[in-house]
């Protein structure tokens, strides 16, 4: 309480980055005494100011993780990852809790177009896409411009070339579009109840489909009132009360 | 007919034999109580000795069969002058009643030579008892008393009972002591010597029955319900001969709550002890050579569920040899609890020559009488190793390296990479739409304004063309001013200006690009004469000669040539 009170003057005291990094010291060293608990608090008052790191992350899962906590473990890893792709250290880490949960189900929930066009994200993100059909189109239009100024041989020639780069460039963009409109629409998230019984409908009335544990990882679809719509893999989906899982 | 007559005959024989078997069931308590002892006797008479046929006795769903016996003996008695020896067997089996309700206990089934014999089927009718209602006699009373009743999960607790009779008693049984479900059981007494006792001014015997010592290993609240027995007392008879008399008796109640072990401040290395321990550990020498054993000891002492204690996990340097240990316990149970010590024995073999440790054991256990989780550790040990004497000289003993379990990578938050602010998708912001629609709409407007000032140039060199007659007059005006004023350079100059202003508006040529060789062919394409070209050129060449030299020329001759191009060009 008297640590929680210090920690709260200094966020009073001091300004944004002061504190923040004071913060961020003091969740090392209480990490280092093998307080996981505190260690675990004092950073989610770093992510509650809006503060984003792949390393803020990965810390906040390890602390999570030393206390046991193997969704909120997995949650923060799978979003270090997110921020920080490919990382060896941080692929193992999040292999180590995954090993922990108890539900088996496919690290990969399989859904025929979404599972594509996650792989393709993860090779080219939908920014660098949207970049590259920019160019293109902006290539096209400069294409177009200069063969207004140029003589009759050459004007065809820009021509058609600037129009297919339009055209090429079109396409992209209505792809990445697609790309972003489906990752939208399908977000990851995990469970963090211990337990959490999937319904059939929005309701706790209605029949059970499934029980899934912590750690387990979903689709979240479109919600209604307090209960998210989850998608388990291709063939099973159900809802759950919001409050029983998080998006990566 | 001979043999079946014979057979017949025999066949007559065999049944009439048989016919002297006779089974009888019957008994001793037809109406018992639920936790009632009762017997079935199975009497079975029979002309030969059958002490050792094959009974099987009646299972009976709601009786608890307890055991049977059997007995025979044999009479001979006189019917009608005839002796006849009778071979008696007397089958008992007990059962216990167990639970309320009508009860028709199957016959008994014999098989004699082939044949089955059944006795008659013994109805049994069995009461429940409603344990509330029982009241406990003031005579004589079984007494259920623990120690504590509330204590925390592992923390243990005895139990007593003793029986008080204002008689004198020769025997006691308990019908249902209860399994003690959730507990760890350890009898402590029993059957102890009994005393006098006075109590309410009365004289009382008081036994121990039994005393046991509990340690909870489920949390929740433990009914331990109403002991009923059977207890055998003495009649104050006369002299040698006593009387027994068998009478109910029962128990008090008592529930015992389980506390489970708080969750707040439970320490990692918690491992279940609940009591009070310490830990302490020595080796027999910290000064060896490599492949020498050393005798690593880990004691825990104290007093508590000390045999359902855990040794925390020994960190051992890795190029250490372990074995599994040896483990020794002293340890002595009583009321109280258990209390003593619980060794460890580890052999030790040092493989490589350094300077190691063996690390600090942490052992933690909730303590019941603070409430509160305690630590207690023993210290790090240093060991130093030498060189080994090399006996084995010459040989070394490759070994693979010995990782530990693969654990989490460490990762510190690096404050330079510290933002704020969350990063939002580049796809679909505004700056996107920008990016994608200003391209196009420069492009568009671009294209828009080249057509529209390609189109002012054409309307300018239309009216040019157009008023170049008419400029040409108007500047050729000049030059006949300057031709009347006698000025003749002026009007040289007045003339070439004009001329070369028409030719440059006519055929839309800038008037820095113009020369004779392009007048030439721009005339040519035009269609103009070999001749009425050669003029041209001559009047703009005498018309520039005449600027630096005067031209011996008739001046009004240059004019009206000038006037005639032009008329010639506009035909």
Request: with cysteine.
């Amino acid at each position: 309480m008297k640590n929680l009170a210090i920690t709260l003057l200094l966020l009073i005291g001091f300004n944004a980055l002061g504190s923040s990094t004071s913060i961020a010291d003091s969740a090392a060293s209480y990490y280092r005494q093998g307080k996981y608990e505190r260690s675990a608090q004092s950073l989610e008052i770093l992510i509650q100011q809006n503060y984003v790191s792949s390393d803020l992350c990965a810390a906040l899962g390890n602390a999570y993780y030393k206390q046991n906590n193997i969704g909120l473990a997995i949650l923060n890893y799978e979003r270090a990852l997110k921020l920080n792709p490919g990382n060896a250290d941080l692929q193992d880490n999040l292999n180590l809790a995954n090993a922990k949960k108890s539900d088996k189900i496919s690290d990969e929930v399989q859904m025929s177009m979404y599972t594509s066009i996650k792989k393709l994200n993860a090779s080219i993100h939908y920014d660098t896409l949207a970049w590259i059909a920019l160019s293109l189109m902006a290539f096209a239009a400069v294409g177009i411009i200069v063969s207004r100024f140029s003589a009759k041989e050459k004007r065809k020639r820009l021509v058609v070339s600037g129009v297919s780069l339009a055209g090429i460039g079109i396409l992209a963009l209505c792809f990445t579009l697609y790309q972003k409109s489906i990752l939208d629409e399908n977000k990851e998230g995990i469970v963090l109840d211990a337990s959490v019984e999937v319904h059939s409908e929005p309701s706790s009335t209605s029949s059970v489909v499934v029980t899934l544990h912590e750690g387990s990882k979903i689709i979240l679809n479109e919600s209604d009132r307090n209960w998210v719509k989850v998608r388990i893999n291709a063939e099973y989906s159900g809802w759950i009360l919001k409050s029983s899982a998080a998006e990566i | 007919m001979h043999k079946l007559l014979v057979l017949i005959a025999i066949f007559f024989c065999l049944t009439g034999y048989a016919q002297q078997i006779t089974i009888k069931a019957e008994s001793n308590n037809p109406s018992p109580d639920v936790g009632d002892n009762f017997q079935i006797s199975y009497v079975i008479e029979s002309p030969s000795n059958l002490g050792n046929a094959k009974l099987v006795p009646k299972a009976v769903n709601g009786l608890r069969f307890l055991n049977d016996g059997r007995s025979t003996g044999y009479y001979s008695n006189w019917v009608n002058g005839k002796s006849s020896v009778k071979y008696q067997l007397t089958y008992t089996v007990a059962y216990q009643a167990e639970k309320a309700g009508e009860y028709n206990i199957a016959p008994l089934e014999i098989v004699i030579e082939g044949k089955t014999y059944k006795s008659n089927s013994v109805k049994i009718v069995v009461s429940a008892v409603d344990q509330s209602k029982i009241v406990r006699s003031e005579e004589y009373y079984l007494d259920i008393t623990a120690n504590k009743k509330s204590v925390y999960l592992g923390e243990p607790l005895s139990l007593t009972i003793k029986y008080y009779s204002q008689f004198n008693l020769s025997g006691l049984q308990i019908n249902n002591e209860p399994e003690y479900n959730g507990f760890y059981k350890k009898d402590l007494a029993s059957n102890g010597q009994s005393a006098v006792k006075t109590i309410n001014g009365k004289q009382h015997v008081v036994g121990l029955y039994r005393q046991s010592l509990l340690i909870p290993i489920e949390a929740g609240t433990h009914h331990i319900p109403k002991l009923s027995g059977t207890i055998s007392l003495v009649s104050q008879g006369f002299g040698f001969f006593q009387q027994t008399e068998e009478r109910k008796i029962y128990s008090n109640t008592l529930s015992i709550t389980v506390k489970p072990l708080p969750l707040s401040g439970q320490p990692t290395s918690f491992s279940g002890a609940v009591g009070n321990f310490s830990i302490s550990a020595k080796v027999d020498k910290d000064h060896v050579k490599a492949n020498d054993a050393i005798s690593y000891k880990v004691i825990i002492k104290g007093s508590g569920n000390i045999k359902m204690t855990e040794l925390p996990k020994i960190a051992f340097p890795a190029d250490f040899e372990v074995y599994d240990p040896k483990i020794s316990e002293n340890i002595s149970t009583d009321a109280s609890g258990m209390s003593g010590q619980k060794t460890y024995e580890y052999i030790l073999i040092p493989k490589h020559a350094g300077e190691s440790k063996i690390a600090a054991l942490e052992f933690s256990y909730f303590n019941p009488a603070t409430a509160q989780y305690q630590k207690t550790s023993a210290p790090e040990i240093a060991i130093s190793v030498d060189k080994g004497d090399g006996s084995a000289a010459g040989y070394v003993n490759k070994e693979d390296l010995k990782f530990a379990q693969k654990d989490i990578h460490y990762f510190a938050v690096n404050k330079e990479l510290l933002h704020q602010g969350k990063t939002t998708p580049f796809t679909g912001s505004t700056l996107f739409w920008l990016l994608a629609i200003l391209p196009q709409l420069a492009m568009i407007a671009i294209i828009v304004m080249k057509r529209e000032r390609t189109y002012d140039a054409a309307a300018l060199i239309s009216s040019k063309n157009k008023n170049a007659a008419k400029i040409a007059s108007k500047k050729l005006k000049v030059a006949e001013q300057h031709l009347q004023n006698k000025d003749n350079k002026a009007f040289y100059g007045a003339v070439l200006n004009a001329l070369n202003s028409y030719l440059s508006d006519k055929f839309n040529i800038p008037l820095v690009n113009l020369n004779k060789q392009m007048i030439a062919e721009v005339l040519q394409t035009k269609g103009s004469s070999e001749q009425d070209i050669k003029e041209c050129i001559v009047l703009l060449e005498k018309c520039e000669m005449a600027q630096y030299a005067p031209v011996n020329d008739v001046i009004s001759d240059i004019y009206a040539k000038a006037l005639a191009i032009i008329t010639k060009i506009e035909a």
